[in-house]
């Protein structure tokens, strides 16, 4: 899968320059319509000295209704007041004061506007390392220039790759297409003319066609709101097989993935990588992210799998297969015994959790201080159980809303079907890829049979 952004330079409110009505802005409209193509508008906030945003709210409400449009910050007026350096705004303030009160009159443009852009681009591509300096720590990405960036280090994520929209030689930055134009301007190849726009239409295309392409804006491609969290230690060969499959959904639903490995239980005195998970838990609540789904790294994701996180509206997980057979009676056997007060209503297999942030929260609010010393006290009644009687018993005494999602969602294998989204192997890693797997390869051959 390959995501392809779009970025348009210097828009601003003046005829010809990405108002209502100008040609240009109907031929984004267009290939949005024919390919769902998105862009990423990088807006100077008072261009020239004669546009500030603050007089054009109306039409910085137009762009926003447009909700195949970002808007990113690209400095304020975009020009010099030295005239040996063409526009390269930031490129001539070099103190902090230049550098502050600058940034100050363009924030002040944007939160007039109600508007809080996360990205930016450099006027002319430079900018002073003085300004960089600050630049970075109001966006989350900058979009910089593999030359004209210099080697210097943004306080922000920072972003590559420039292929004209005219152009027909298109590179691969980092595993994505970065478009890059001007909306207007005599002296760019690569403005939003008619046969630019005919050259563009050619080239989704071909994308389109050949590719399993995705349009996103640099923000979605930088700045993602998921997480996939995956907690791997030591050799385990069934990885190789889940692990692409895993990648290929997180690029699907536009998720970054964390994982936890070795380093990460170094750290700790668990006697089983198992008890990570509440690692996970507390790096998530103090991360950017708002979602995260964590699985098991032996679940085979199958390629219909949909997005997850359109099923929960807070906290999901799905019941453990044995949970009506006997690990709910017990576990409310050992909630009598240590816990006396608390009920189990449904039991929770712990392969695969997705929570939004607040529910997290929560739960840790329950976490044992001492997972393993609480851990013993499981033990009686579960010797051989690690953290999922500990994650059940904090999800009933933290008392979340939770949901209980439908099995496909993590199918124990030996009842799986073509129909369902994740597969668990359990007790069956070994078998994965190989042939007795009836998903090998995610075809589904209801000829082999699997046993535990
Ligand atoms: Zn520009």
């Not at 995260?292 to 099923?311: G, K």
């Not at 073509?418 to 668990?424: K, R, S």
């Amino acid at each position: 899968m390959i995501n392809v952004t779009i970025a348009i330079d210097d828009i601003h409110p003046e005829k010809g320059w990405g108002l209502p009505g100008d040609k240009c802005m109907e031929y984004l409209d267009k290939l949005n319509k024919e390919f769902g193509a998105k862009f990423t508008l990088f807006i100077p906030s008072n261009y020239h000295n004669k546009y500030p945003l603050s007089e054009h709210k109306d039409w910085i409400d137009w762009l926003k209704s447009k909700d195949y449009f970002e808007l990113a910050a690209h400095g304020h007026y975009h020009m010099c007041e030295r005239t040996d350096i063409g526009e390269c705004e930031f490129f001539e303030l070099d103190t902090e004061d230049k550098v502050q009160s600058r940034i100050n009159l363009m924030m002040n443009e944007w939160g007039k506007v109600g508007h809080n852009p996360v990205g930016w681009r450099n006027p002319g591509w430079l900018a002073h390392p003085e300004a960089v300096k600050y630049l970075g720590s109001y966006f989350k990405y900058s979009a910089v220039h593999y030359d004209h960036n210099h080697n210097l280090q943004w306080d922000c994520k920072m972003i590559f790759g420039h292929d004209g929209i005219h152009e027909t030689d298109i590179n691969l930055h980092n595993g994505n297409i970065m478009f890059q134009s001007h909306i207007a301007g005599d002296w760019n190849d690569n403005c939003w003319n008619e046969q630019n726009y005919k050259q563009m239409q050619m080239s989704l295309k071909f994308l389109t066609e050949n590719n399993d392409v995705v349009f996103k804006t640099i923000e979605e491609v930088t700045c993602r709101k998921k997480v996939i969290y995956l907690i791997a230690v030591g050799d385990i060969d069934y990885f190789n097989h889940t692990y692409p499959l895993i990648e290929k959904y997180a690029a699907k639903i536009n998720a970054d993935i964390r994982i936890f490995d070795n380093n990460d239980l170094r750290k700790t005195n668990y006697p089983s990588p198992n008890f990570l998970i509440f690692d996970v838990f507390k790096e998530f609540v103090n991360s950017e992210y708002e979602q995260m789904l964590y699985i098991d790294a032996d679940i085979r994701i199958m390629n219909q799998a949909t997005n997850i996180f359109d099923e929960i509206d807070t906290f999901g997980m799905v019941q453990d297969h044995k949970a009506d057979l006997w690990r709910r009676a017990k576990m409310q056997e050992w909630l009598d015994k240590h816990h006396n007060g608390l009920t189990v209503k449904h039991y929770f297999n712990g392969g695969v959790l997705a929570s939004n942030k607040s529910s997290i929260k929560q739960l840790l609010s329950v976490v044992p201080n001492d997972i393993i010393e609480f851990w013993h006290t499981t033990k009686d009644m579960f010797p051989h159980g690690y953290n999922q009687n500990i994650l059940n018993y904090c999800i009933i005494k933290s008392g979340i809303k939770y949901q209980e999602l439908s099995a496909k969602w993590n199918r124990i294998c030996r009842n799986a079907s073509e129909n369902d989204y994740f597969i668990h192997y359990v007790a069956n890693k070994n078998q994965i890829q190989t042939d007795l797997d009836k998903f090998k390869d995610n075809n589904y051959n209801p000829n082999i049979t699997m046993t535990l």
